[in-house]
Nanobody, 129 residues
Framework: VQLQASGGGSVQAGGSLRLSCAAS????????MGWFRQTPGKEREFVSA???????FYADAVKGRFTVSRDNVKDILYLQMDSLQPEDTAVYYC????????????????????????WGQGTLVTVSS
């Protein structure tokens, strides 16, 4: 599976961006997918995840501002980011959990980087004040 993230850019505080993650090599509708972000000198942190059944999970820092979704026909994962703040500045990565049709797990399962087996290359989001 190859994951290609796109949609990053520069925006002012309060603005919006929509990230996309296109999957190729395999249909991904039966797999958990997630978004993480990373800033220099810090560990990659969980942002959001979505299950095949479209259950969603969010980090507290983005809850109410970001929305994860997926198009299971086009094999694309999305992250709609609204009310962006300078602290959202980071490289955003999409990821796929290679467990086929997994049952619903605890929140901690989806937030753990080790859950995910495939990663996209990252797309930079810069939010200015």
């Amino acid at each position: 599976v190859q994951l290609q993230a796109s949609g990053g850019g520069s925006v002012q505080a309060g603005g919006s961006l929509r990230l996309s993650c296109a999957a190729s090599g395999r249909a991904v509708k039966d797999y958990n997918m997630g978004w993480f972000r990373q800033t220099p000198g810090k560990e990659r942190e969980f942002v959001s995840a979505i299950t095949p059944g479209r259950s969603t999970f969010y980090a507290d820092a983005v809850k109410g501002r970001f929305t994860v979704s997926r198009d299971n026909v086009k094999d694309i994962l999305y992250l709609q980011m609204d009310s962006l703040q300078p602290e959202d500045t980071a490289v955003y990565y999409c990821a796929l959990d290679n467990l086929f049709r997994s049952s619903l797990r605890s929140f901690g399962y989806y937030t753990d980087r080790r859950t995910y087996d495939y990663w996209g290359q990252g797309t930079l989001v810069t939010v200015s004040s």
